[in-house]
Every structure is written in structure tokens, then in C-alpha cells.
């Protein structure tokens, strides 16, 4: 059984839009970004970002400045943690993301 964690609809609207702000914001390193609610290691209330981000944005001599702007964005738009939820980020390159096929992150 997958864990559930309730958010009214209201909160949920206003996550996607936040998201979808920090994505165009961030344009074109991040690709695109996605998330769900459920519970981590803990049993918290958690929000699970993936990020995918360009591979120039990926290069080592960008992915630490990129990676932590995109996190820093997210928190400030998203708030999660006056939702209740904790946050955990997980980023791909596009080319990472392309061999692996992983549907999730589409």
C-alpha cells in the first residue's frame, strides 16, 4: 500500500503552480520539474522533487550553483515546510534521463 499524504486541493493548485513558475523561471537549465506527496524513510510528510536539467546545466562546473538555486527556488516558492511536508530533491541531466527511460520523471 502506497502512503498518503492528504493536502486540500487548494494547496495542491497552489503547488503545481509554484512549480510551474520555477520551472519557466529557471528555463532553459531546468527541463522540467516533477513531484509527488507521500511519506519518507521516517513516515513524514514528505514532497519528492525531480529535476531534470539541461546538460549544459549539468556540467560539473554548473551543477552545484544550478542544482542549489533550483532547491532554494523551490523551497521559497513551494514552502513545504509550512505544509507540514519535508523536501528531498533528485536531479537527472536530460541525456541521464533519456537512456534511463524512467517514466516518473517524464
Do not use: C, H
Amino acid at each position: 500500500m502506497t502512503p498518503r499524504v492528504v493536502i486540500d486541493r487548494k494547496a495542491q493548485a497552489e503547488i503545481k503552480n509554484a512549480v510551474e513558475t520555477v520551472q519557466s523561471e529557471w528555463a532553459p537549465d531546468v527541463v522540467r520539474i516533477r513531484y509527488n506527496l507521500g511519506e519518507d524513510w521516517t513516515e513524514d510528510p514528505s514532497i519528492f522533487f525531480r529535476i531534470v536539467l539541461s546538460d549544459e546545466a549539468s556540467a560539473p562546473s554548473r551543477l552545484r550553483e544550478t542544482s542549489a538555486g533550483v532547491k532554494k527556488r523551490l523551497v521559497e516558492a513551494v514552502d513545504p515546510y509550512d505544509l507540514g511536508l519535508q523536501a528531498y530533491f533528485n536531479f537527472r541531466s536530460s541525456s541521464e534521463q533519456a537512456e534511463s527511460g524512467d517514466a516518473a520523471w517524464n
